[in-house]
């Protein structure tokens, strides 16, 4: 019997453990290899997101950021190609941008998406808003647009969309496609093209903040420039009235207020290039000369009753040249500026008086404004000044009334806004005529120069609505007092 020889146990180990060894290294040479190129992939997906980051950084300009959305949002998914459609907020949807690798492919793309967004818009809706794009269209906007597009591009292409959102808005949808029918859509590839989708967000909410800010930059250019003319128009120092003592201030509540005071001297309009000197004072006037002293409030606040403000005063000046009595100077400043005003849903309060330097007579009409105050230094009383008279540009056939008071030497008088009285402390109580005339009273009573007044009746309204409160609405106070004449009328009067 012949024996078979076996091999020998030390052979057949050396080959087994040859083989092995070689899978090993293949196995471990192509786990590197993969390493590497996810390593790089990683890198480059990173690179291009910095990119795009700093491009949001640093662009100040929203289409040079917008060319790069499909670019870098077809790269970072390994894509053939990315577009953006935007939908704009008076209603419009605009096919922004289009990227993709082949020049003859995306000629055909975009003709496809053109043609989707065509269709979209073509749609009717029931919103005819302008200005802001209800979400509600916006949603109908993007599911018609996901629809068309997909239907456009045909199922061989691998699509995914996703919404541009800005403040929950949906302000447009990026796209990226590609046509190797290998291609998935892995979950980490939809977050990638989120996070360029919120970067564009991002960016348009940037863009259109910044333009919101330059609307502001310049409609307060202009607030300050209306603020400025008004200033101009208003009295810059008051006038030297003979026989009298003036003093005055305008607190608008806006840069531009309604508020409106003026010293209208009856010859004004002979010496109206003498009417500042160097010290801003009013000069060129005879002491015989009558002045028209006149206090007014358009009612709102802003630039629209700054610019009726501005065409009463000129309309107001127009009619004292013809050197009427009050009330025909009210009746015809109402029918000139009834026209105006009609459809204008303003008014204007307007307390118009004449002050005589030879017989310290004050003649005076109102229409509708709060009547001036009257400290009379002999009764030591107060009286309101007021006649019956509807406010300028209601009815164009009011008719005005006068009355007029003879002034004597140490008597008092306040013209004022309703800002004085409708000022209101943290309970919503008002300081009402009644505490006007209070503060008012003490001033007189404690021997308060004109400029001293003020200041104490403006003092006593902050303090009555708390220091922390501002007013709300525009104060003016325009105080005359009378001085004793050079012959020593009442001068045994102590005040």
Known sequence: MTAVPLPRRSEQPSDSLSSSSDADVTSASHL????????????NINELLSSLSFALRSFNNLNQFLELTPLVASRVTDADGGALV?????????????H????????????????????????????????????????QYSASLDHQVSSCLGSDVKLFGTEILVNNTSRGRLYVFSHDPDYLWT?????????????????????????????????????????????????????????????????????VGGDYYD????????????????????????????????????????????????MTRGMLRAEVLNRHSPSQILQHLNRVMYADLENSNRFV??????????TKILSYSNAAHNPPLLWQAQS??????????????????????????????GDTVIYYTDGFTDAANQRGDRFDEDNLQTAF???????????????????????????????????????????????????????
């Not at 590197?32 to 890198?43: G, Y």
């Not at 935007?86 to 289009?98: D, S």
């Open 32 to 43: 590197k290899q993969m390493v590497a190129r996810l390593h790089r992939e990683q890198q």
């Open 86 to 98: 935007l939908f704009k907020p008076n209603g419009q949807v605009r096919f922004q941008r289009l």
């Open 100 to 139: 993709c690798q082949d020049g003859r492919q995306c000629q055909d793309v975009r003709a496809i998406l053109e043609r989707a967004t065509r269709e979209v818009i073509s749609q009717p809706n029931d919103s005819t808003a302008v200005g802001v794009l209800p979400q509600s269209m916006a949603t």
């Open 187 to 255: 979950p980490t590839r939809q977050k990638l093209i989120r996070l360029v989708a919120d970067q564009t967000a991002v960016a348009i909410a940037n863009d259109e903040l910044s333009v919101s800010l330059r609307e502001k930059e310049r409609l307060d250019r202009e607030l300050e420039i209306g603020a400025e003319i008004q200033l101009r128009l208003l009295p810059r120092k008051c006038p030297k009235i003979p026989g009298l003592e003036v003093a005055a201030r305008c607190q608008t509540a806006n840069r």
């Open 263 to 310: 010293f209208i001297p009856s010859n004004f309009d002979k010496h109206e290039h003498e009417n500042h000197s160097a010290e801003g004072e009013v000069g060129g006037h005879t002491p015989s000369e009558h002045w028209s002293i006149v206090i007014g409030d358009v009612m709102g606040k802003g630039v629209p009753a700054g610019l009726i403000m501005t």
């Open 349 to 358: 309060t307007l307390f118009y008086s004449e002050y005589d330097p030879t």
């Open 380 to 409: 030591r009383s107060i009286r309101r000044l007021d006649t019956l008279g509807m406010l300028i540009g209601l009815d164009a056939d009011t008719r005005y009334y006068q009355a007029q008071v003879q002034l004597s030497a």
């Open 441 to 495: 009273q003490w001033a007189c009573q404690n021997s308060q120069t004109p400029n001293r007044i003020v200041d104490h009746i403006f003092a006593e309204v902050q303090k009555f609505i708390g220091p922390s409160n501002s007013n709300i609405d525009d104060m003016t106070l325009v105080v005359l007092q009378v001085q004793p004449s050079e012959s020593g009328e009442n001068a045994d009067y102590v005040r």
